[in-house]
């Protein structure tokens, strides 16, 4: 059975940094991402990180802040958020996909599988 545990979140001051971590079990994808949303906004996609290779892709709101991670031995991804400012507060989703051959993983479409959520709450 396919399961992605979620953890991390919580409350940080504005300027802070907090270390989310997605653990995937039951298979391997080939590509795993953050999205993320706020209430009464639509979810918005965070970052992705395809396992076959080192590229990054990020959304524009994080650039330069955010860093996407995986450990392909332990089949876990992680989001490093740094700078965070009030406006990143929301719930963050961890997803995972296998298929999808030419949908950008910064779509919600690549994905099959998707985490609980965790929250992340910035205070000014």
């Known amino acids: 059975q396919v399961q992605l545990v979620e953890s991390g979140g919580g409350l940080v001051q504005a300027g802070g940094s907090l270390r989310l971590s997605c653990a995937a079990s039951?298979?391997?994808?080939?590509?795993m991402g953050w999205f993320r949303q706020a209430p009464g906004k639509e979810r918005e996609f965070v970052a992705a990180i395809p396992w076959r290779n080192w590229s990054t892709y990020y959304g524009d709101s994080v650039k330069g802040r955010f860093i996407i991670s995986r450990d392909n031995a332990s089949n876990t991804a992680y989001l490093q958020m740094n700078s965070l400012k009030p406006e990143d507060t929301a719930v963050y989703y961890c997803?995972?996909?296998?298929?999808?051959?030419?949908?950008?993983?910064?779509?919600?479409?690549?994905?099959?599988?998707w985490g609980q959520g965790t929250q992340v709450t910035v205070s000014s």
């Open positions: 997803a995972a996909g296998g298929g999808a051959a030419g949908v950008s993983p910064t779509l919600p479409s690549k994905y099959t599988h």
């Open positions: 039951g298979r391997m994808f080939t590509t």
